[in-house]
């Protein structure tokens, strides 16, 4: 019932326990020795904010924030009131490190739970998690969601297909979390084995922690017959739990209550309003052992303005278009991966993997964009697959306004991870 009345909280209900939770979190920030710093610059270590409109005058935190602070700069309490780090899954440069409270730890538990109850989720289900465990987010914050919903919850990790598959026909499993990339993998190897996905136990799937396209997640669905949520959260803010898509999967509903949620233009800083696409920035509002104040996401997302058919009035971001930096600038043209996967995802005779590689070209960056061609179609008839690639080079031409390289390779001959996809491949000579 907890979980329902949370889901179901009123707009003023929302608005009133942001402010309280806002001048709560700022007055543990400045415990720590980066916020006294940060927000003593702007006057703002002991006078409370008269209401939301003034958000706008602290201080953003970034990703080189939290470098420049590890491992211990941010935190709001004794060490001894810890009880668990993460650490963000950046492979470059100086790592960063999220540290809990048990009261944190629970919130999240509870977040989570929130966000399976909302598709569906009951106790009577049994969850697999399929998410790398360890450092990583998905493992421990999804599970600790599914135990605190009461599902009986296997933590069978990432990878070992056979393994994995094995563990969803013996225990009858009827919900997964899993890396979309994954799933598609995943049910190749089903496949390989004689056997279809669809006739597995499964109903429900929770898939996030990528970029992906809805093409992606329609495909995962008609594979497995399953319904499959968007699921969106990042180490800053605990992990996953932040955004979640409910049944109506339009979009995802930020949990206004534990988050404070902002649109900026990523150029000037200045706060969008609703509608408009920018930079995610969040701040969390029930965090006691390490606060983070205005975080930007580098996420790119837009605020959906309408209320959702679902009566929840939690606001909904647009499932993420991009990273910030993960735009590509080629022949004068800004390009994003999941423009790309878009166009890819709409043609039958693609396949469940692609690879984007940057390379020069003379003095030009370009890209070529190789393409796994479902078996079915991966024929030895020359013309249709000429035919198939002209297609692609013209769709995407449609799309990005550049004509890239397509090269159509073999079905499962593009390298494969267990966790985040890599999809964009860096060749120039000063990148290699
Ligand atoms: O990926 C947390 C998570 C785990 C979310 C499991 C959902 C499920 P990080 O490793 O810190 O945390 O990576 C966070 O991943 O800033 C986004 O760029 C990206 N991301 C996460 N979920 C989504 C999603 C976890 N649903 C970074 N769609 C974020 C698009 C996503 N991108």
Redesign the pocket.
Known sequence: MVLEAAQRLTRDAISQCQLARFNTVLKRAVRSPFYADRLGEVGATDVPLPSLDHVNDLPFTTKDDLRASYPHGMLAVPKEHLVRMHA??GTTGTPTAIFHTQNDLNSWAELMARCMHMVGLRPSDVFINM?GYGL???GL??HNGAERLGCLTIPSGAGNSRRQIKLIEDFQATAVHIIPSYALHLASVISDMGRNPADLSLRIALI?????TDGIRRRIEELYGVKAY???????MN??GVAFECEYQDGLHVWEDAFYLEVINPETGEVLPDGELGELVLTSLCREGMPIIRYR???LTRILPEPCPCGRVHRRIE??AG?SDDMMIVKGVNIYPMQIERVLMQIGEVGDNYVIERYRDGFMDNIRVRVEVREEFFVEDMRALTGLQKRISSSLRDEILITPKVELVEPKSLPKSEGKAHRVVDLREDNA
Do not use: V
């Open positions: 963000s899954s998410s990583f987010t998905g914050g999804i996030g922690a990528e970029p992906h968007n699921s969106y959260g990042l180490s800053e992990g996953p996401t580098r996420d499932r993420i990273r």
